[in-house]
């Protein structure tokens, strides 16, 4: 998804993706050994499979169950710079 996405959760929240989360040394203090299985071995895309992060711009209730929309920005789209 581009910069910019907005997912819209629920009846009224909603997020903006910001970029996407370069794996740090504080995965591996969670549990040994997990950023190697994070890294990706592709030659093209990005260097990790990791999550994305994002910006809250509407707060509400999120509840299992809930219906998750994607709302894309204009073009031109640009690709999630890392963080």
């Known amino acids: 998804m581009p910069l910019g996405t907005r997912i819209l959760l ?3 929240a909603s997020v903006e993706l910001t970029g996407f989360r370069t794996p740090c040394v ?6 040994s050994g997990l950023k190697q299985h994070v890294l990706s071995s592709e ?10 992060m994002a ?5 509400g209730r999120v509840a299992a169950g809930d219906v998750a929309r994607v709302v894309l920005p204009n073009p031109p789209h640009r690709a999630l710079p890392p963080i």
Do not use: H
Not at 26 to 31: A, H, P
Not at 43 to 52: D, E, I, N
Not at 55 to 59: C, K, M, N, W
């Open 26 to 31: 504080l995965i591996d203090r969670f549990r």
């Open 43 to 52: 030659k093209t895309g990005p260097a990790f499979r990791c999550g994305v």
């Open 10 to 12: 629920g009846p009224t």
């Open 55 to 59: 910006a809250v711009r509407t707060g």
